[in-house]
């Protein structure tokens, strides 16, 4: 554990000044998370963006059958490889998003640091892209480390 987390654990009153992430603190997160990944997986990814937004859309939400704006953590979306994704011109490139405020919401509730639950749903939406199985995420997720 890292000494600004010892000393929010022993010091409870450390956390006062502490505020949630911006969405731009968090898409630096999400990129170094991405950064931390291994080579040959990141060079699978191409030309893919990552984008942070607060909440998912209403479409989305409708789409993907939530039933709250906090059941989303991330989603993939364009042509993932798995279904023949080839860069093609003219395509727009393959997004992920990323749901700040359900994410923040399940780091509140859980037992993990905020870097490692955002590396996690980061892994998580690029396996769909390469069709990956949750033991070759989890596989990925473990040599990239999260913090």
């Not at 909440?55 to 953590?73: G, N, Q, R, Y």
């Not at 023949?84 to 509730?109: C, K």
């Amino acid at each position: 554990m890292n000494e600004a987390a010892n000393r929010l654990d022993a010091e409870p009153e450390a956390w006062a000044p502490v505020k949630a992430p911006s969405l731009a603190q968090m898409e630096v997160m999400a990129q170094a998370a991405y950064e931390r990944l291994p080579d040959h997986f990141r060079a699978m990814c191409g030309n893919m963006v990552v984008q942070v937004d607060d909440f998912p859309s209403d479409e989305v939400l409708e789409e993907m059958e939530a039933e709250t704006p906090f059941d989303l953590l991330g989603l993939f979306q364009g042509i993932g490889l798995a279904q023949g994704f080839d860069a093609a011109g003219g395509v727009l490139p393959n997004m992920i998003h990323l749901y700040r405020r359900p994410i923040l919401d399940y780091w509140a509730e859980n037992d993990e640091t905020l870097g490692a639950v955002v590396t996690h749903v980061l892994i998580h939406e690029i396996g769909h892209h390469f069709g990956l199985s949750d033991e070759d995420m989890e596989r990925i997720e473990e040599e990239g480390g999260s913090t």
